[in-house]
């Protein structure tokens, strides 16, 4: 009986250190065209996300591969419909900015795997340097005046999007751009009055409300504050990562 509990003990701590392990990641920098190769888990999920950006789709052949996508990440955990083959597996990935990654997948007899997707057009030298050239509240104040001027910094991502967003009854909310920078994220929302009433908006509603998502709001910008029934606006939000 002791032998048997030694044992028993002695697996369950083993299964405890073996999935302890953080999966290493592996960076893969997207160029048009390109076909990226990896090696994942046979037996494991293996994580995948794209740098600054969510990945909004993905298109397999069925039965050769399983997938569960993190809605609140963006990001996707993958493995091998098969638990035994090495068949390399070939697959598409899209985020949220359009960008369409071609990617074909080597089971292996190996630990689970990140793999993390770097699109092209990212630049971090070039948005470090435009984060930098201003101080903190300047650069807060930069990146309000290009979301109201339709521009993206330089180096940062740019996406167009249609993301409802519930906060109050009165309004219809919808995410319809983001840039995304090394330290700052610059979103902009349209507000639509709803209710039968003019409705007045001040910038510290969006701070103290659910758009802050447990994530600092450094600056808000509202188009125009006040609106009639029908009639709608922008909001202009910056905040950090």
Same mark, same amino acid.
């Given at each position: 009986m002791v032998n048997n509990r030694l044992k028993i003990t002695l697996f369950?701590?083993?299964?405890?250190?073996?999935?302890?392990?953080?999966?290493?990641?592996?960076s893969h920098h997207s160029k048009e065209g390109q076909t990226i190769i990896l090696d994942i888990?046979? #037996?494991?999920?293996?994580?995948?996300? /794209?740098?600054?950006?969510?990945? %909004?789709?993905?298109?397999? @052949?069925k039965n050769q591969l399983v997938w569960k996508k993190d809605e609140k990440k963006g990001e996707l955990y993958i493995a091998p419909f098969s638990k035994i083959s090495?068949?390399?597996?070939?697959?598409?990935?899209?985020?949220?900015?359009?960008?369409?990654?071609?990617?074909?997948?080597?089971?292996?007899?190996?630990?689970?795997?990140?793999?993390?997707?770097?699109?092209?057009?990212?630049s971090i030298e070039k948005a470090v340097s435009w984060e930098r050239d201003a101080s903190y509240p300047k650069t807060v104040a930069k990146l309000i005046a290009s979301?109201?001027?339709?521009?993206?910094?330089?180096?940062?991502? #740019?996406?167009?999007?249609?993301?409802? /967003?519930?906060?109050?009854?009165? %309004?219809?909310?919808?995410? @319809?751009?983001?840039?995304?920078?090394?330290r700052f994220i610059g979103e902009t929302y349209?507000?639509?009055?709803?209710?039968?009433?003019?409705?007045v908006l001040h910038e510290q509603e969006f701070v103290r409300n659910v758009l802050n998502r447990q994530q600092k709001i450094k600056g808000v910008a509202i188009d125009d504050h006040r609106l009639a029934p029908n009639a709608f606006t922008y909001v202009h939000i910056v905040r950090t990562k």
């Open positions: 369950l701590l083993y299964f405890v250190l073996s999935n302890s392990v953080q999966a290493r990641v592996n888990s046979q #037996s494991s999920l293996n994580r995948l996300y /794209v740098k600054g950006l969510r990945i %909004t789709n993905i298109r397999a @052949v090495t068949r390399p597996i070939n697959f598409f990935l899209q985020d949220e900015a359009g960008n369409v990654y071609t990617i074909i997948a080597r089971p292996k007899s190996i630990p689970s795997q990140s793999h993390e997707f770097i699109p092209n057009q990212l979301l109201y001027n339709h521009k993206t910094p330089a180096g940062y991502l #740019s996406a167009r999007l249609a993301v409802s /967003v519930v906060i109050w009854k009165e %309004t219809d909310l919808m995410l @319809v751009r983001r840039v995304t920078g090394p349209k507000i639509k009055n709803i209710d039968s009433k003019m409705m």
